[in-house]
């Protein structure tokens, strides 16, 4: 058994708009609402050509409203309650501490905390940091929370070999 990996950071709004960015981007990618949403794009796009020949205003005003809430609001939305639900967080601004190794990660906090591997769902690795989910959880766990690149390296290696790592 090799020593555990420690791994050290603080969960404050930067990690908190990192782990957004990261799970909004990594949800919308890997679910059947982009399709959805292609075919709701496509219906707004013929609206608006639909409300311009036909000189329609609440249509065009309404199909144009729909695009903005598409593109940007649905974001913005979803970006404030994440923020709302930091505030709340019994673990906003404080140092979070996990030990892992081959059995299992131990989160160490108000209350210590066991994940073994198998309570794990998938690991994927960032450039500048990793995710870990665990159904309904996800941890964003930036890259400056390892000691050094080897031990970042050993992190990847034990989540591969356990078969955790996309």
Do not use: C
């Amino acid at each position: 058994m090799s020593r555990p990996i420690t791994v050290r950071y603080i969960w404050d709004k930067h990690n908190v708009e990192k782990l957004f960015d990261v799970l909004y981007t990594y949800a919308f990618n890997h679910s059947f609402k982009r399709y959805v949403g292609w075919f709701f794009i496509a219906l707004s796009q013929y609206a608006v050509i639909v409300a311009v020949k036909k000189g329609s205003f609440a249509l065009l005003l309404f199909s144009t409203l729909m695009l903005l809430y598409w593109y940007y609001g649905k974001k913005i939305i979803a970006k404030k309650r994440a923020f709302s639900s930091f505030e709340k967080s019994p673990f906003k601004d404080k140092v979070i501490m996990m030990n892992v190794d081959e059995n299992a990660l131990t989160i160490q906090g108000e209350k210590e905390e066991t994940w073994t591997w198998d309570d794990i769902d998938s690991i994927v690795s960032l450039t500048d940091g990793m995710v870990i989910y665990k159904s309904p959880f996800s941890h964003y766990i930036p890259a400056s929370a390892f000691t050094s690149i080897e031990e970042k390296s050993r992190f990847k290696t034990l989540a591969k070999e356990q078969g955790k790592l996309t």
